[in-house]
């Protein structure tokens, strides 16, 4: 389903939901902008709101901008349950030169965003947010991000799903990639592509 710019953010409150597609399409934007609904319509607590950002810092790559966080569309999203990890998110097509740099920084990554999934199940919030799930499934698996999200009465979450980021060494890797957030909408209510 194509993602409606007018959407009415109120009939995503006690359902799953996913925005996918390729950079630069929003997903971010959008994502902040439902948790200001949240916050600022609803005047839901913001104890009640947990947010998981596994994005990378916002940067220019080779002309392609990528990342970015949900605070930098959305200041006020600080006074929720902001789960957070040390260090940052590296993108790893985009700064690896090969496939074992590839794997070693994807590993990485996933250390940083299981851990903080892990934490969110074990003191859930009746509202989940999770920015930029592909840097999870880049070698993590679906099922503990479900069983995540399963314990959330809303969810709203996105993932990068396109072509733009790519490395010749990286196929196999962005098609893995590509078949997770597959199982994820098939899995998921309700899963709209940005673009």
């Known amino acids: 389903m194509i993602f409606p710019e007018n959407l009415d953010f109120n009939d995503l409150i006690g359902h799953h939901t996913l925005l996918y597609g390729e950079t630069n399409t929003k997903k971010t934007f959008y994502t902040s902008k439902f948790i200001q609904f ?22 220019t790559i080779n002309n392609l901008k990528i990342g970015g966080k949900v605070q930098d569309f959305y200041e006020k999203c600080n006074s929720c349950k902001n789960i957070l990890f040390k260090g940052e998110i590296i993108p790893p097509r985009l700064n690896s030169s090969n496939r074992t740099e590839l794997y070693h920084i994807a590993c990485e990554n996933f250390k940083k965003t299981s851990k903080i999934l892990h934490l969110y199940k074990n003191n859930p919030t ?28 809303t969810f709203f979450g996105n993932s990068y799903y396109g072509s733009s980021i790519k490395r010749n060494y990286a196929t196999l890797f962005s098609l893995r990639e590509k078949r997770q957030i597959e199982y994820l909408i098939k899995k998921l209510e309700t899963s709209y592509f940005t673009g």
């Open 38 to 59: 949240l916050l600022e319509s609803e005047n839901i607590s913001p104890n009640d709101i947990s947010i998981l950002d596994f994005a990378p810092l916002s940067n």
């Open 126 to 153: 009746p509202i989940l947010i999770i920015n930029d799930i592909s840097l999870y499934l880049h070698v993590g698996n679906v099922k503990p991000l479900l069983e995540a999200i399963d314990k959330s009465n």
